[in-house]
């Protein structure tokens, strides 16, 4: 046991196992104890940002001056109405009717205020230009953002005038209804999607290790750290705001990152008690390989997802708050808890065994190493220039298409053409452009109904519509004190195009200056403005995100392994894969080439926040891997081994629980593509691609190629530089086990390759 042992303490990790092992039942109160504090403070519920933080640029501007004027934002609504008779008048005949009858059954409601009917002679603007279609405004009563749970009855109203008008076309579109639509649906999808990551990762477990209980305590411990991180999250979140993804992205990056850290861990305990090692004494030699290659690992993703905060875009904000909590919080229970679980169990790890899955599993742990990652090798190092140029290019061809990457914040297009709320926003779109998306002016003035003011506000309206790039029906709201003034300007285009940013350019830099710049103080929001404020600040503060990434990840590998050249071959490589999961996202989402496959129609551009929070996710995760392998590798050349054949071992003998770690990745991911909203298509396919593409090309032939053929060049650091911390990762060997095996199985002459 480790109590009785009296030797030097070795690295971070193997400290923190030996104490979690001999005060284990401390251990499991602690994280006990942790996360049922953290589950009860979860119930106080996530502090979320406000519209204004959710901004960026001078769409900041606009929604914080409505939000100090308590200028009440209403849901806006719409009902269109349409006849289906080339020649026919929606004004006139049963048009009339059912428009009559929608306002009528919609106040009745009790819900909804400042109805805009087309029939009075103000509503000429919501009549579309060939007269067949129009639009009935209004907006429902309380907090918009809270309209969709209330919205209920208005729909079911307009569904009836549907059913007693079946000549004419009759719904309703807005925030509130398309709130609703994506709750039912999109609701149901996530739902979906994290209940099948669970059995999904239970079942790639079971097969990974071959046994019942090995299967379940990863994902136990995962599911827990999960918990606890959304308990600090509950807390942090209150001082720093988060987006409403926040927590969704935590469940998906720590079910990946806690599973994987655990599975490093524990395959490791199983190599060392194939070995010869006491139980307790594969514990401490986990904790002093796998769980410091974890560590690294850990601490490096984390560094990775904390470069979101530098953006300064609350969205990111909160995801880097997120994910760095969550991943944090599986590190902590992965180099505490999990040592005390391991040596609670003992043995008792290997319980309900699948009876032929778990000899053979067991067969290969004592052959020392995948025999089809062996054959893979093979080629790989006798010819490691060849399978270099290969891989390489094969990687950049699929990266090619990123250099035509289009950007865009997602607006009604990020939900499927099969939703009736998304057809109804075409059909909307289409007889009134612009409409479902317009730009909003926001106007502050002493008193914006003053005749100057209203003049002026007139005449942004006449040179708006006069431009062609923006349309009616312009509508203009008044704050209670007279002090803002809200003017929502329909846009040409579908509100991400081109068409759509060149109208809000032209707003900005001429109408407005021209009109109401003259005399009051205006900003622009809305969907389209956002998303091009938010580019742009995303620009000017990509540089600084992509320097502190990949300098912070640079300094920590330099640090475990003792080298610049490995350190700078891991971020080359790194920004390799990333760049070729840029290339197919675009191919896929952008270009469209996989529209059939997985169900959904392109809108031409990827969603805005996907580039930099893919860079920063990808390049923590894909850090597992490299870690863990160039660890294995460590140790084999520590020991003595040529790089030739450390780089052999190191593969093949971590190529099992790799292959199973990028396999839970791959397939947690990939749920998310099941999901009806686009962009959660796009990131859980992006990360899905990359992860596959890193676990394979670059890990597989990449690594292994660029190792051989640098050879000893592969440990050099300069002597300025040795005071760096780090150093031999072997297992220790101690007194407790003296009749332990004191070192890893090495690999005899057979195995050896080129």
Not at 262 to 271: C, M, N, P, S, V
Not at 272 to 286: N, Q
Not at 352 to 371: F, K, N
């Amino acid at each position: 046991m480790f109590k009785r042992a009296k030797r030097s303490s070795g690295n971070l990790a193997a400290r923190v196992g030996r104490w979690s092992v001999c005060h284990r039942r401390m251990a499991l109160l602690l994280w006990l104890g942790f996360v049922v504090v953290a589950m009860a403070v979860a119930g106080v519920g996530v502090g979320k940002t406000t519209t204004a933080e959710s901004q960026s640029g001078d769409s900041t501007r606009a929604e914080q001056l409505l939000a100090d004027a308590k200028f009440v934002r209403p849901a806006g609504e719409q009902v269109l109405v349409q006849v289906h008779e080339p020649d026919a008048r929606v004004i006139d005949g049963e048009g009339a009717a059912a428009i009559s009858d929608v306002i009528q059954r919609i106040e009745a409601t009790g819900v909804v205020n400042s109805i805009r009917s087309p029939l009075d002679p103000a509503g000429a603007p919501q009549v579309s230009a060939d007269g067949r279609s129009a639009l009935v405004l209004f907006a429902m009563n309380g907090d918009a953002d809270t309209a969709y749970k209330r919205v209920a009855p208005v729909v079911d109203a307009v569904t009836s005038v549907q059913a007693d008008h079946p000549n004419v076309r009759v719904e309703e579109f807005g925030s509130a209804s398309a709130g609703k639509a994506v709750d039912d649906t999109v609701g149901e999808d996530f739902t979906k999607a994290e209940k099948l990551s669970i059995p999904i990762t239970f079942g790639i477990l079971l097969v990974a290790f071959g046994a019942l209980v090995a299967a379940l305590v990863p994902l136990g411990l995962a599911i827990t750290a999960i918990l606890g991180a959304g308990g600090l999250l509950a807390i942090t979140s209150h001082l720093v705001h988060v987006d409403t993804s926040a927590t969704s992205v935590m469940l998906l990056i720590g079910l990946a990152v806690g599973v994987d850290y655990r599975l490093f861990y524990i395959r490791r305990r199983q190599e060392e008690r194939a070995a010869g090692r006491g139980s307790d004494a594969a514990v401490e030699a986990a904790a002093a390989t796998s769980g410091h290659a974890v560590l690294i690992s850990g601490l490096t993703v984390i560094a990775a997802m904390s470069g979101m905060f530098l953006t300064g875009q609350a969205t990111f904000i909160g995801m880097a708050e997120a994910t760095v909590l969550v991943v944090a919080t599986a590190l902590v229970g992965s180099l505490t808890v999990l040592p005390a679980t391991l040596s609670w169990l003992g043995d008792r790890l290997e319980r309900g065994r699948v009876p032929w899955l778990g000899r053979w599993l067991e067969r290969r742990r004592e052959s020392g190493g995948s025999r089809v990652w062996a054959a893979i090798l093979r080629p790989v190092l006798a010819r490691p220039a060849i399978a270099l140029v290969l891989g390489v290019g094969l990687l950049v061809v699929l990266a090619l298409p990123a250099l035509h990457l289009r950007t865009a914040t997602p607006g009604a297009t990020d939900l499927p053409d099969s939703m009736p709320i998304v057809q109804t926003y075409n059909r909307i779109q289409q007889a009134f452009p612009g409409g479902p998306v317009p730009a909003r002016v926001v106007i502050t003035s002493p008193d914006v109904t003053s005749p100057v003011v209203s003049m002026a506000i007139d005449l942004m309206h006449h040179e708006a519509v006069k431009s062609g790039q923006m349309f009616e029906p312009v509508t203009v709201d008044i704050s209670p004190d007279h002090t803002v003034a809200a003017v929502d300007i329909p846009l040409a285009g579908d509100g991400t195009n081109d068409a759509s940013q060149a109208a809000v350019r032209l707003l900005r830099s001429r109408i407005i200056p021209a009109t109401v710049g003259a005399v009051a103080d205006a900003h622009v929001t809305g969907s389209t403005a956002s998303s091009m404020d938010f580019n742009s600040q995303l620009g000017a503060r990509a540089p600084y995100v992509f320097a502190f990434v990949l300098g912070l990840a640079f300094l920590l590998l330099m640090s475990m392994f003792r080298s610049i050249v490995v350190a700078a071959k891991a971020i080359v490589l790194n920004l390799l894969s990333v760049g070729a999961s840029y290339g197919v996202l675009v191919a896929v989402f952008q270009w469209g080439w996989g529209e059939n496959l997985l169900d959904f129609r392109s809108t031409g551009s990827v969603a805005a926040f996907l580039p930099l929070f893919l860079f920063v996710i990808l390049f923590g995760l894909s850090m597992d891997y490299h870690v863990f392998i160039l660890s294995r590798m460590k140790e084999s050349h520590d020991r003595g081994l040529s790089t030739h054949e450390a780089v052999h071992h190191g593969i093949v003998s971590s190529a099992g629980v790799v292959t199973s770690a990028a396999v839970i990745m791959v397939a947690v991911f990939a749920t998310w593509t099941t999901v009806s909203q686009v962009s959660l298509k796009e990131l859980g396919f992006g990360l899905a691609i990359a992860v596959l593409l890193d676990a394979t090309i670059v890990r597989g032939v990449l690594l292994p190629a660029a190792m051989i053929l640098l050879g000893e060049k592969n440990w050099y650091l300069p002597r300025w530089l040795k005071w760096l911390p780090g150093g031999r990762t072997e297992p220790p060997v101690g007194p407790s086990a003296p009749a332990e095996v004191a070192a890893l199985p090495t690999p005899v002459a057979s195995q050896r390759v080129g």
